[in-house]
């Protein structure tokens, strides 16, 4: 251990602990104890604090006997003449600033300080703050600053974070030598889809300046969150670590050497600090070192070489004007590059041919139409996608064909109708994963940056912006990107790739015509795909990366509880890769029908949660119900006044009639532990005929959140029919009306809701 870091690090720590300590007096004078305290849109209280020590903050006063735990950790500056190994006050020191740092940003978000407001920002993907100022009229207005990540964008990156495509995260504190850099370095990590956390500031200058400038879009959306322009923001990214493992791991608030240790192990992220290392900087990184995570600065520091607490360096130095690169773009190149090596982070990506950067970091990204150069489908035009195998002699691998004119004639904002027919071919090919493999086409298209893929099959809608046109980006692109995916993503399955682009008019109507024949072939095969029609269902056991004692069984009528794993998915899945997360489960014997048991499936749910689930129930909440890990989509949740359930969507962030937001309920429903009564499902579960159906289906579903309502309008009114009472999504009660038990209970009666006179459903 470095005497010169542990000095500073531990002089900041001071530092900041003091600083705390005077805001705080100065809030409890200002606003009183009883003041609540609270980051936005989580169930984890503040979750550094929470996390570490197991105190549930909720008011000014509760900071009190934090901050003096903080202070305890403190330890004197090393004396000149003594030599000891530092490490241990070090990390104690940093571990008092992530405290002291954390109680900060609370005061500040009660003085309406946080999040940070920001000329010129404009935030892609929301966390329910208004981003725009009042004098956003003008046009050249400002926005606000991320603050935290809420509970909602945690889970719903979940899924990415455990299947690897999104590989780890970076925390980029400072400002990059030039703009240029900075640009540079956040393409670098997107590329890689890796998270990148933005905060801090050199001299006043912070890297969301550099990158606002240059007009990079920030956001949930392109995996670039601004947390703040001073250090003490980067906090967030902490906090964001600890409640992966409340989350994802199944721990509980307190439980900090667990919390840290599965940190180290489960989730692979890096600081990189750009520019001068002040005091503070050095107080923050050994916080981060605490969590396994190490400190990459582009400045001469002295490094910190493996000891224990991390089987990599802790603190590497890499001053960016010695980095051995032709200019400043291939230094920053090589500087992420280090950061990855040193982490381990494992990174994925396939080589795709087209003139804009690419990656799962753009899926997300929109094209508004004033930035549009085209579209294809939407209101004005049509555009479908018509992937399906063929025999291999007929199939030219990597021949891509666009049949029709280009779109260069076409005024700008113009439209026009496109068809993309994808054949493929492979000894491992079945038609039944056409339309897995079909699907992908969605998330292929949108990591091209600058193009927006929407919809799919015969109402897909495809946006290419002015910029990705200028770059050269054109219709033969989409075939090139789709050739390349497939082969890196599905090559197991897939030998041959071909694609056409049909503008042609009557050549495209004639392959719209069979597509949509293909469409009604496989909706039919769909819906004679029942649990009852096949002898094995599938494990999924991705999630274990991050909830190790969770196993999701997929039948073809109950998809995974992340709403990405349907039935045909998980076969799919088995034969690109026989040993990985999903396997068949033999169904063996069935043990009763009605709640749907089979030894199979039990024998199964031991081993694959390592003897924490004995039975598992496919159709009962109420008995033996599935285990959730943490990426579910909705909760179903037992309201025994009732008589039924609320269903409540991970998008809903009001209150519920059981007095718990999702966020809360969600502590409840995930970490891999049966619950009966609550139960984390994906939505397209609730319209299965097989939907809790041994505790009397849908009709139990008293409430539900409007956004299900809407954004499953059609397929909720076809379950409606078929419980043969046409009215009855309306008789549920949502959000909008009802929000406590009593309410609840009146408007059942009110709407002659079936539940009310069911069987008792325990
Ligand atoms: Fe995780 Fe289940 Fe989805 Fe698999 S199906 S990724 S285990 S939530
Ligand atoms: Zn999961």
Redesign the pocket.
């Known amino acids: 251990m470095s005497r010169y870091i542990a000095t500073r690090a531990i002089r900041g720590a001071n530092a900041l602990v003091t600083e705390a300590e005077v805001m705080l007096r100065q809030a409890l004078a200002d606003k009183g104890s009883d003041t609540p305290v609270a980051f936005p849109n989580t169930a984890y209280y503040l979750p550094l604090i929470f996390g570490m020590t197991g105190q549930e903050i909720e008011t000014v006063g509760q900071l009190s006997p934090i901050l003096e735990h903080a202070r305890e950790l403190l330890h004197p500056l090393p004396s000149d003449s003594k030599w000891t190994p530092y490490l241990g006050e070090t990390l104690d020191s940093g571990m008092a600033t992530l405290l002291a740092a954390e109680i900060i940003e609370a005061i500040r978000f009660v003085y309406g300080l946080q999040p940070e407001p920001l000329e010129g920002i404009h935030l892609a993907g929301g966390t329910g703050y208004s981003f725009t100022s009042p004098d956003n009229g003008s046009g050249n207005g400002g926005g606000y600053l991320n603050g935290p990540i809420d509970d909602i964008q945690l889970r719903s990156w979940g899924?990415q974070l455990?299947?690897g495509r999104m590989p780890g995260f970076a925390a980029i504190v400072g400002a990059a030598k030039s703009n240029e850099v900075a640009v540079k370095l956040v393409r670098e990590l997107q590329r890689r889809n890796i998270l990148t956390f933005l905060s801090g500031n050199v001299n006043g200058r912070s890297i969301i300046h550099q990158l606002v400038e240059e007009g990079v879009e920030l956001g949930y959306d392109t995996y670039t969150v601004p947390f703040g322009t001073d250090t003490l923001s980067a906090i967030y990214a902490l906090g964001f670590a600890v409640r992966s493992a409340l989350t994802f791991g199944g721990m509980k608030g307190g439980m900090a050497r667990e919390i840290l240790l599965y940190n180290k192990e489960r989730v692979f992220a890096f600081v990189l600090a750009l520019g001068e290392v002040d005091d503070l900087k050095y107080a923050a990184a050994a916080g981060a070192i605490n969590f396994g995570f190490p400190v990459i600065a582009d400045t001469v520091i002295p490094e910190i070489l493996p000891t224990g607490v991390t089987t990599y360096e802790h603190v590497v130095s890499m001053p960016f004007n010695e980095i051995d690169g032709a200019d400043d773009l291939e230094r920053a190149e090589i500087l992420v590059q280090k950061c990855i090596e040193v982490r381990g982070v494992k990174v994925r990506i396939a080589d795709v041919p087209v003139p804009v950067p690419y990656g799962s970091a753009f899926e997300g990204e929109v094209v508004r139409k004033a930035d549009m150069r085209v579209e294809f489908g939407g209101k004005r035009s049509r555009c479908f996608e018509y992937l399906h195998m063929a025999d291999l002699d007929d199939v030219t691998d990597g021949k891509i064909e666009v049949v029709g004119p280009a779109f260069d004639h076409l005024d700008p904002q113009g439209h026009m109708d496109m068809g993309i027919v994808v054949q493929v071919a492979g000894r491992q090919m079945q038609p039944d994963f056409e339309p897995v493999l079909e699907r992908q086409v969605h998330y292929f298209i949108n990591g091209a940056s600058g193009i927006q893929h929407i919809g799919q099959r015969d109402i897909a809608w495809i946006r290419i912006s002015n910029a990705a046109a200028e770059k050269g980006f054109n219709l033969e692109h989409f075939g090139k990107i789709l050739h390349a995916r497939f082969h890196a993503d599905f090559g197991a399955i897939v030998d041959k790739v071909q694609v056409t682009i049909y503008t042609d008019p009557d050549q495209l109507q004639d392959w719209l015509a069979e597509a949509r024949e293909a469409y009604q072939f496989r909706n039919r095969r769909l819906a004679d795909l029942t649990d009852n029609a096949v002898d094995e269902f599938y494990s999924?056991?991705?999630?274990q990366s991050f909830a190790p004692d969770?196993v999701?069984i997929?039948s073809p009528e109950r998809l995974?509880?992340?709403g990405?794993?349907n039935w045909l998915d998980c076969k799919a899945s088995f034969n690109i890769n026989p040993t990985g997360?999903n396997q068949p489960i033999k169904l063996g014997s069935l043990l009763d029908d009605v709640k749907g048991y089979w030894t199979g499936v039990n024998d199964y749910a031991r081993s694959g949660s390592h003897g924490s689930v004995e039975t598992v129930s496919m159709y009962s909440i109420m008995e033996n119900p599935m285990t959730a890990?943490g990426?579910f989509e909705c909760i179903v949740m037992l309201i025994p006044e009732s008589n039924g359930v609320m269903v409540v969507s991970r998008e809903d962030t009001s209150m519920t009639p059981a007095g718990m937001t999702f966020s809360t309920l969600a502590g409840m429903a995930g970490g891999g532990l049966q619950t009966p009564g609550v139960m984390g499902v994906g939505k397209f579960y609730l319209v299965s005929p097989k939907f809790i159906s041994a505790d009397g289906g849908f009709k139990r579903v008293v409430w539900m959140s409007s956004v299900l309502k809407e954004t499953m309008a059609d397929e909720l009114q076809a379950v409606a029919e078929r419980e043969g009472d046409p009215d009855l999504i309306g008789k549920s009660a949502d959000e909008r009306s009802v929000s406590t038990v009593d309410d609840l209970l009146a408007w059942l009666e009110q709407h002659n809701h079936p539940a009310l006179v069911m069987d008792a459903i325990f």
């Open positions: 899924i455990v299947d999924c056991t991705l999630c969770h999701c997929v995974g509880l992340c990405a794993y997360p890990c990426c």
